[in-house]
Every structure is written in structure tokens, then in C-alpha cells.
């Protein structure tokens, strides 16, 4: 009887991935924020996953690693003047709101409707770069149903970002480019500085539902720091196109990877 009653309280235990595991993981997603404009969750979540998390744990472990680089970014951004901040803090408003409704279907989707979920998203993400390959000196042109399509925007990223672990990057650079004629580094910048009030909201409702490994996410937080703003200075030297194609590599390969792990252990 108390073997089958301890039995649920199982798959709530943090995972204790070694901790040189979590510190390459943090560089490599450092340099990823830097270089594209998102908080590295693309390959967070399935680091995580292949270092023995399950699905809800590595989405929320990967929302509160996101906050360390989220910040180092957008002080790096905001150096070199890439920050819309009228725009980044309309989409953070949204995001607020919409991180905590994604908290709470996190903590009640499936597993395997998680997993497909996020199959698609890494799909659609690289799909949607290529609608358009902006111009360095484009720009955000601001007006009232521009403020509230950007607050729309954000809440639909919270949404995502709750439930599949992701900061939000992957939806806000190419939709800042595509559909708010931003250039690349706008869209990077603001989309980090979009990511900071959306982590911190998202990690608060995970903590409250048990759906974060805050160890996990320090260690890769706090290293992703160290290699952001190499990623910012790579983001910077090369063309938006070869920043497209890089985007769209990275995420094919990740997209690859997790289907056929999937199909291996089926």
C-alpha cells in the first residue's frame, strides 16, 4: 500500500542532470538568444528532454532559463539602439497576460499533444522567416491599432511561450518583421526585451503548479550569459538572409532530431 501510494508523487521529482550537461546547454542557448533575438528554448526543450525531463518539466525549466540571457540581450540591444521600446512594452503586456494562461494548459495538455505541439511550432517558425527578408533600416511605425495588434501578438506568444517552454522569440522576430516592418536587430532587441516580464510570469505560475527544476534553469541561465553577447556581435556582422538561413538550419535539425528520439523510443 505504501509503494503504490508513493508511486504517483514519481514523475514530480526534479531530474539531476550533470551539471557540465547544463552548463554546454546554457552556452550553446546563450549564443542562440544573442544571434537570432530569442531566449534559446528552441534547443532547451529538447536538450532537457534528452537529459531525462519530461515534457512539462523541460518547457517550464526552460521558461525560467530564459530570463538570465533575456536580460543580457536586451542590454545588449539596447547598446547599439535595436530596441523598439514602445513596441517591446505593448508585446509585454500581452505577454503577461498570456504566459499565465499557458502556465495553466501546461500543467493540464497531454504529453504527447505537448510533443506534437511543439513539432509544429519549430515548423511553422522556420517556415515563417522566409515570407520576408527585411531591410537593416526598416522600422516599427507606431500608431494605436498597431499598439493594440502588438498587444494581441503578445498574448498569443505568452500562450505559446506557457505551454511549450519557449521565450516567444521564434513568433515575435519573424512577426515584427513580416506584418510590423521591422529590420532583423528591431525585431531581435525588442523581442528580447519582450521576454524578461514574460518569463518571470510564466516561471511564477510553473513554480505554483510544480512544473519547473529551478536548478536546472539556473545553470543554463546564468552560463547562457556568458555567450550572448558573442551571439549579439555574430548577429550584428552578418546579412539578414544568412541570419535566415541559420535560423532555418538550426531548427530543421532540432525538428529531425526530436521525431526520430520520438520514433526510436516507440
Known amino acids: 500500500m505504501i509503494g503504490s501510494a508513493a508511486s504517483p508523487a514519481a514523475p514530480e521529482l526534479a531530474p539531476r542532470a550533470p551539471v557540465l550537461a547544463l552548463i554546454a546547454l546554457g552556452l550553446v542557448a ?12 528552441i534547443i532547451v526543450v529538447p536538450a532537457l528532454l534528452m537529459l531525462g525531463y519530461d515534457q512539462r518539466r523541460a518547457a517550464g525549466t526552460s521558461v525560467a532559463a530564459i ?3 533575456s536580460i543580457v540581450g536586451t542590454v545588449g540591444y539596447a547598446l547599439t539602439g535595436h530596441i523598439d521600446w514602445i513596441a517591446g512594452i505593448a508585446l509585454a503586456v500581452g505577454v503577461v497576460i498570456g504566459a499565465q494562461v499557458g502556465s495553466y494548459l501546461l500543467a ?35 500608431t494605436v491599432w498597431t499598439v493594440l ?17 519557449v521565450g516567444g522569440g521564434v513568433i515575435v522576430v519573424p512577426a515584427l518583421m ?14 528580447l526585451f519582450m521576454m524578461i516580464p514574460g518569463s518571470l510570469s510564466a516561471t511564477l505560475g510553473n513554480m505554483r503548479r510544480k512544473n519547473v527544476d529551478l536548478r536546472g534553469g539556473l545553470f543554463v541561465g546564468a552560463t547562457a550569459c556568458l555567450a550572448s553577447p558573442l551571439g549579439l556581435l555574430t548577429a550584428t556582422a552578418i546579412t539578414p538572409l544568412w541570419s535566415n538561413i541559420a535560423f532555418s538550419v538550426l531548427i530543421a535539425a532540432i525538428t529531425v532530431q526530436l521525431i526520430v528520439r520520438n520514433l526510436r523510443r516507440r
Do not use: C, Q
Open 149 to 165: 495588434a502588438l498587444i494581441g501578438a503578445g498574448v498569443v506568444t505568452g500562450i505559446l511561450s506557457g505551454v511549450l517552454g
Open 30 to 41: 546563450g549564443f542562440l538568444s544573442g544571434l537570432f533575438g530569442i531566449g534559446g528554448g
Open 178 to 191: 513580416f506584418f510590423f516592418g521591422a529590420s532583423d536587430l528591431i525585431a531581435k532587441g525588442t523581442s
Open 108 to 142: 493540464r495538455l497531454s504529453r504527447p499533444a505537448l510533443f506534437w505541439s511543439f513539432l509544429l511550432f519549430l515548423i511553422f517558425s522556420a517556415a515563417s522567416l522566409w515570407f520576408s527578408v527585411p531591410s537593416r533600416d526598416d522600422s516599427i511605425a507606431i
Open 67 to 69: 530570463l538570465p540571457p
